[in-house]
């Protein structure tokens, strides 16, 4: 089968795509027929060494697939070959197969595309967590969405108008805020060329942001945490931006806020049933059409690299997939 492997350490440029073994599945795997994978931010991280994880060398980069199970190893009574399903990898989803924990995979809607399925998993699951447990969003809230023209930020969106928010979505540009606006965000703010504090202030008549959705860090999350509003919530995401931002603390104080971390993939781990729970909602949102993942590029397998470099630098609006099978029924 083929694969993208990362050899070493470096760029994306350096990926190359070349035939390997097929995966054979361990006791409590199942090997999935890759159709579609999306790229995510730590797939530009796991091929430099900069990400939690550093898989040995040959590895394929691609956390995230969806596909048809293949193979079923011992151990497996839920899945049968056929099956069509969402998978969450961690690496090696940019190959025509790949060999997953049974506890990694998720039935997807018979209904779902598989580009749509290889997109639905992280983000939708990361947005709907930080949202629903840790940022305990309520109707006519006002959410704040930074980075809301990335995969996590217009999922975000989705979800918080689907919850009854108000959401205002900020992002750098006018083309990411279409597509924010798109998704069904109220008001849009440019931080490119907009005070981000003062507009927030202004369309929330001095109150602040219930709820602030922070994947960027850096100097957004500067000014957002000075943005909440009394008892407020910031949701620590990520931080694509590059630069982890430090707190001062006494700006919570004053506010009586909290500045809240969100780690889906333990929550998962942890919490299995509430996480079920989450995806059941999300499937039925999707089912009335409330979700939709917009997909701005497809690229094929050899193209995979363009597509990491071009997440790297921030171009992406929306989620970017990798169609490793042409047949995409």
């Known amino acids: 089968m083929k694969a993208l492997l990362c050899k070493a350490f470096g760029p994306a440029q350096s990926l190359v795509v070349e035939d390997v073994p097929a995966p054979e599945p361990k006791r409590n795997e199942v090997v999935v027929q890759v159709h579609s994978a999306s790229v995510n931010f730590p797939d530009t991280l ?6 939690q994880f550093k898989p040995p060398f040959p590895f394929a980069p691609g ?7 293949v193979a079923i190893g011992e151990g497996v009574s839920t899945l049968r070959q056929g099956d069509k399903v969402m998978a969450l990898t961690g690496w090696g989803s940019f190959a025509e197969q790949v060999a997953v924990p049974a506890y990694n995979i998720m039935p997807m809607p018979a209904s779902m595309p598989f580009d749509e399925g290889a997109s639905f998993a992280m983000t939708y699951g990361t ?26 930020g217009l999922a975000a969106v989705e979800i918080g108008k689907a919850m009854g ?4 979505a900020a992002a750098s540009n006018a083309s990411k805020l279409e597509a924010a606006r798109m998704a069904g965000a109220d008001e849009l703010i440019d931080y490119s060329t907009e005070d981000l504090k003062a507009r927030v202030m202004a369309l929330t008549a001095g ?10 860090g850096g100097d957004a999350f500067d000014t957002a945490v000075r943005c ?36 889906w993939g333990a929550f998962a781990q942890r919490q299995p049933h509430d996480n079920a729970s989450n995806f059941r ?18 690229y094929s397998l050899d193209q995979a690299p363009q597509a990491i470099q071009a997440l790297a630098e921030r171009r992406a609006v929306g989620k970017l997939v990798v169609q490793v099978r042409k047949d995409q029924a």
């Open 46 to 51: 796991i091929i430099e060494g900069k990400y």
């Open 63 to 69: 956390g995230e697939a969806a596909g048809v199970v």
């Open 127 to 152: 947005s709907m967590h930080a949202l629903r447990q840790r940022g305990n969003l309520q109707a006519e809230e006002t959410l704040l969405v930074l980075g809301a023209a990335g995969g996590v």
């Open 165 to 168: 928010a108000r959401v205002i």
């Open 207 to 216: 109150q602040g942001a219930d709820v602030i959705y922070d994947p960027v």
């Open 228 to 263: 909440l509003a009394w008892n407020g919530r910031l949701l620590v995401i990520g931080f694509a931006s590059g630069r982890i931002p430090q707190l001062p603390v006494n700006l919570a104080l004053l506010k009586g806020a909290a500045v809240i971390g969100v780690f």
């Open 281 to 298: 909602q999300l499937f039925a949102w999707h089912g009335e059409g409330r979700l939709r993942p917009l997909i701005s590029a497809r």
